[in-house]
């Protein structure tokens, strides 16, 4: 994967600034790419009829984030 130079350095220059970075759904494998070491959540990572995409967690981990599991709050929206 491929992060762009402009969002690799807004990236960037917000994590040097230590403001908090929010990324939704799929994009904390931006964070991954972009800054190794980072603590990012994508859910579980053992795929699973609840995590059928857990192999997101393991590639971004193959990247060098650190991945927290995390879980679906009881009554989550579907």
């Given amino acids: 994967m491929e992060v ?3 969002v690799s350095s807004a990236v960037k220059a917000f994590h040097s600034a230590k403001k908090p970075i929010g990324a939704c759904c ?3 494998v931006i964070l991954a ?3 190794p070491g980072v603590k990012i959540t ?3 990572e053992q795929v699973s009829e609840e995590y ?3 192999d997101a967690a ?3 981990t ?3 984030a650190k991945h927290v599991p995390c879980g679906v709050p009881e009554g989550r929206i579907a």
């Fill in 62 to 64: 193959a990247m060098g």
């Fill in 33 to 35: 790419r972009t800054l």
């Fill in 42 to 44: 994508l859910g579980q």
């Fill in 52 to 54: 059928p995409y857990a």
């Fill in 4 to 6: 762009k130079d402009c």
């Fill in 58 to 60: 393991k590639a971004a």
């Fill in 26 to 28: 799929i994009a904390p």
